[in-house]
């Protein structure tokens, strides 16, 4: 039986995240979940708008549930952080505030009738891949890997609601279930710079350069994480991070939807792997091998 | 025609700037039966009063109403007025015009309007009320004091000198509570144990004192003065009476590793123990949890070596049953539970502590024997890093109040690590001093002035090992919010102080309040700070909310006084407001058919069950009969009575129809 969602793919993942739709509807296909993409969705907003316009801000997520509501979809899986915090935070003002609600109305000549609620990666995978059910692990992906949730996959707890906000484990045990060894670090929940890659890749070097640091040091093979903005600075920035930092890096960071479809048994190459910077041969991690940078290549 | 005065209170401000008093009085002055009728900026005030007391001779007044405050507040002053005047006092009624009116609503004509009809309701019931007299009932005097630590301890003293019987209940398997694990006091830095182990004995040597350790309260029943008390005596599986406590039996325990409560699991003890050497009693108790001859059957080493026979495993949980006059309530606090901190990693490293296990390593009876070693491997820390209000004033933890201890001794840890560390460094996160209290503030600057801790404005948000440090990731936000990094070898955090696991459980069985922390509410926040809501029922220390020693001893004589006040007099008066059951002349004797469904619902046990005999003896039915001494007025038989033979005195049902009468 297959269940339709509603989805709200943002910018990223049909620009410079493509790879994350790609294992996205690849990993949904396997779950028996068809993802009904919002009709005319516009932009979010992130990461600009409600910091210049408070307004803005709140009615570019507004307009999007709007067009939600009017296709009849009442859960929207929205996968990028970003946009999730946006969407979750404008249902969160909205809900509380009827005046802003009305304003807003005025504004986009159409009411938010309360029925859309955006739901984020781990939300959707803890419901349709639940523990003990769902399609069975054909590759487990056998090697250490360092679960990275960033600043909004879980924050702030009021919107988001998630227990344990300080140290999820969401995505370690998503990750134990595919057969990785979640490793216990202490930046899962640190920030990367996000949208400081541009005007001050220096503080995102420092940042990012600190996330890559502990995730190696304590023997993490991959870095498995949520979010597009995340994914650039840890994969894009690593020139930036290695000149800051004095070292190398050659740790890869995958989406957590490549990782989990790809133990699913979806081949690596439909994944888009081959859109990272850090090159990774899950193939090989799999076959045992201590890491990309050691040890001859074996083939299975 | 009755003859009612009707007396409005401005209350200051408080009514008066929301409601039109004078009007409320003028429009009274109209009603029927009201005879006089006034305003008043203070009316509980002596001036105010005197209106009262002499309107009541100069108009002749057969009832009174006052418009002002809650009756909770106010009730028991202006009744005692109408007495002095001659007026029974239960011929008083107030109206609440300020928590049901003003309080809560705008200012206004329609809020005036309120104002005048809760006068209105208010003299109609009064126009039917009966004269009452307070209820006699004779006074137990014995205390039950719940809680060994030093707040029930003082209690329980306090109320023995002054001549009076106490019973000291305590959960755990000695008294001493928390003040017996901690090092030294702030702000003089004497030693805990010198100053409560005298206590502990003079506790155990007083002939007022009945000490009943390892036990719990089971159920209280009863009103002031006439409680009746269920104590749990859970098993020791050791005859106290034989013991000599010679601790043969625990010095050849085979299991050895079990974490001590006493060292907040920083040292083990055995499965047969004695909390700590100066424990009073200083009697074992076996830990069935974690006993061989419990878990697997076989050992009974301290049976067979005990040189007196006190062992004895088949020993059961006994009731014990006495009756108390006044219970003090001083059941403590608890600290918060392992994985309230995954940020900090408490429970996950070693060297991150709580409070009280750097109280056990400071303490010269502690693991260390009073050397600071960090837990993990020994050695001395070099850097140790004390972090205040660890979840604390965090609305996001749940907790948004101030624990009120924490920036003292943390002050207090900083100074005995730098006192015993010359060299270390010790580093002290902190959102404000809140050092208030004699030599308080003094003793926190000597921390920083003299002993040099060093501290920093600032949160920490998250604590992670890195090449065998501990990283402390914090801000300094008097240097500009400048994040900051310290490798520190021990974090100290002073945890929480939060309610008594169980105290929602206590509260129900005392029939006392809680807040939304739990901890138990006192009567008035200002005024009656020691008792509760239940009559005869007393708080001590930081069961009514985080308290430091001093306090929480002047809570605990300021409780003992106030039992030592109720038990002076031979007996007390009681509120006449009881339920009452039909009775009237033969042939019918009562409206009551005898179902007794009110039995089945009455929380007190008030109802009895009366043989109606006629002049000859012979039976005519059994009816229901209220003992006046255990009914608590609280209405549940009169709603349920199907024959309306029951009724409550002060607030009968024609009263309140009355009431609802007058609105229409």
Redesign the interface.
Known sequence: MVVQIGYFPGCSLQGSSREFEQSLKALAEKLGVSLEEIPDWNCCGASAAHNLNNELGLALPARILIQAERAGLEEILVPCAACFSRLASTVHELNKHASVRRHLADVLGAEYGGKTRPINILEFLGRFFPEGQGPEVIQPLACKVACYYGCLLVRPTEIVGRDRPEDPQEMDRLMSRVGAEPIDWAFKVDCCGAGLTIPRPDLVARLSGAILEDATSRGAQIIVLACPMCHTNLDMRRADIERFTGKRYTIPAIYVTQAIAYALGVPAGELGLKRHLVPINLEKLRAGDAGPASAPATSQ | MSRIGVFVCHCGENIGATVDCASVAERSASLPGVVHSIDYKYMCSDPGQNLIREAIREKRLDGVVVAACSPRMHEPTFRRTCSEAGLNGFLCEMANIREHCSWVHDKGEVTTRKAADLVCMTVEKVKRNRPLSAIRVPVTKTALVLGGGIAGIQASLDIANSGHKVILVEKDPSIGGHMSQLSETFPTLDCSQCILTPRMVEVAQHPNITLFSYSELESLDGFIGNFRARIRKKARKVNEKICNGCGLCSQKCPSKKIPSEFNAALGNRTAIYVPFPQAVPNKPVIDTQNCRYFTTGKCGICKKLCPTGAIDFEQADEIVEVDVGAVVCATGFGVVQADFF??YGYG?YKDVITGLQFERLASASGPTLGEIRRPSDGTVPQTVVFIACAGSRDS?KGIPYCSKICCMYTAKHAMLYKHKQHSGKAYVFYMDIRAGGKNYDEFVRRAIEEDHAHYVRGRVS?I???HGKL?VKGVDTLLGSRPLEIEADMVVLATAAVANPGAEELAQKLHISYDSYSFFSEAHPKLRPVETNTAGIFLAGACQAPKDIPESVAQASGAAAKVAALFSKAELAREPVVASVHRCAPPDYSRCTGCFLCETVCPYRAIEQETLKTRDGKTVRVVARVNPGLCQGCGTCVALCRVKAIDLDGFTNEQLYAEVRALA
């Open positions: 995954p940020e996950k996001a998250r992670f090992d890195r990283v």
